[in-house]
């Protein structure tokens, strides 16, 4: 049985492959890679933006990229290698990021009007429902890039080495990273919801 630093290096090495033969015209070798990476993709921009079917359109803008970059002079090959992961998970983040940007005010001006709760109970705690996702959505809006991913990623239970490499950080510091980051949407969460004047 392979430890997980083996398994890593066999799904580079597959993936390297993989990317290869996809810069070379193989369709199937893409296809192989949509289907390997989209769960995690998608997973991640589903936290990020919340909503199932802009999540799908924006991992299949992802992909979408990742077919444009790989036909663009031959950007991959096996003399150099590529951690693939890595770089879906820094175009997903910076997709969902610039969505959540874009439609804050929107989302603010359009917030769903719910029927009296007093006539439903269950009204009441939808809207507080919606109102608390909203303000996290927002409170992430604020955050650096990098804060947004490495929150999500660990949600998504993504291990410290694979956040240090989709970040771009050393794997020792992911930890004091991720702990500013929690103190940040902390913060930001705070001031969206006004608790920090209460």
């Given at each position: 049985?392979?430890?997980d630093?083996?398994?890593?290096?066999v799904?580079?090495?597959?993936?390297?492959?993989?990317?290869?033969r996809m810069?070379?015209?193989?369709?199937?070798?893409?296809?192989?890679l949509?289907?390997?990476h989209?769960?995690?993709?998608y997973?991640?921009?589903?936290r990020?933006?919340?909503?199932?079917v802009e999540?799908?359109d924006?991992?299949q803008?992802?992909?979408?990229?990742?077919?444009?970059?790989?036909?663009?002079?031959n950007?991959?090959s096996?003399?150099?290698?590529?951690?693939?992961?890595?770089?879906l998970?820094r175009v997903?983040?910076?997709?969902g990021?610039?969505?959540?940007r874009?439609r804050k005010?929107?989302?603010q001006?359009?917030?769903?009007l719910?029927?009296?709760?007093?006539g439903?109970p269950n009204?009441?705690?939808?809207?507080?429902r919606?109102?608390?996702?909203?303000a996290?959505r927002?409170?992430?809006?604020?955050?650096?890039?990098r804060?947004v991913?490495?929150l999500?990623?660990?949600?998504?239970e993504?291990?410290?080495a694979?956040?240090?490499?989709?970040?771009g950080?050393a794997?020792?510091s992911?930890?004091?990273?991720?702990a500013r980051?929690?103190?940040?949407?902390?913060?930001?969460?705070e001031e969206e919801?006004g608790e920090?004047e209460?």
């Amino acid at each position: 049985m392979m430890n997980d630093s083996e398994e890593d290096s066999v799904t580079t090495i597959t993936d390297n492959l993989l990317l290869e033969r996809m810069s070379q015209g193989d369709v199937a070798s893409f296809e192989t890679l949509f289907h390997q990476h989209y769960d995690r993709v998608y997973g991640l921009l589903f936290r990020l933006v919340g909503n199932r079917v802009e999540a799908e359109d924006l991992t299949q803008e992802v992909f979408l990229k990742l077919h444009q970059h790989a036909f663009a002079k031959n950007r991959f090959s096996l003399q150099r290698e590529h951690n693939l992961s890595a770089w879906l998970f820094r175009v997903a983040t910076n997709m969902g990021y610039n969505a959540i940007r874009g439609r804050k005010r929107r989302w603010q001006r359009n917030m769903v009007l719910v029927p009296d709760p007093q006539g439903s109970p269950n009204a009441e705690r939808e809207v507080e429902r919606r109102e608390q996702e909203t303000a996290v959505r927002n409170a992430l809006s604020r955050l650096p890039e990098r804060q947004v991913q490495l929150l999500l990623m660990r949600q998504m239970e993504f291990s410290y080495a694979e956040c240090a490499e989709a970040c771009g950080v050393a794997a020792g510091s992911v930890g004091t990273l991720l702990a500013r980051a929690s103190k940040a949407f902390r913060d930001a969460y705070e001031e969206e919801t006004g608790e920090r004047e209460r």
